[in-house]
């Protein structure tokens, strides 16, 4: 079964990709978006761009943006990041 924040996740991706050319995104302006808090909203993001599918910029003007093109994105690449069994599957299929 995949966790609730493996679907926010998703979700949250969709939502940057969809507003990917209007900028970057500040968690304050998510979180109202999304229903969910600035602070799942920063967990999330941070395991997001540690795995480079988010990208983040600090200071005025800055937030967050997906990251690179987003036809190369998938729902696997962003619940592989939350979801053990699918790491393990990804590195065993390598």
Known sequence: MISKK??????????LAGRRHAGYVTTTELS????LSVSYLENILKALKNHHIVMAMKGPGGGYMIQGDTS????????????????EERSTDE
């Open 32 to 35: 109202p978006q999304l229903d």
């Open 72 to 87: 190369l994105i998938s729902m696997w690449d962003i619940a592989s990041v939350f979801e053990q069994t699918f790491r």
């Open 6 to 15: 493996t679907i926010h996740a998703i979700e949250l991706c969709v939502y």
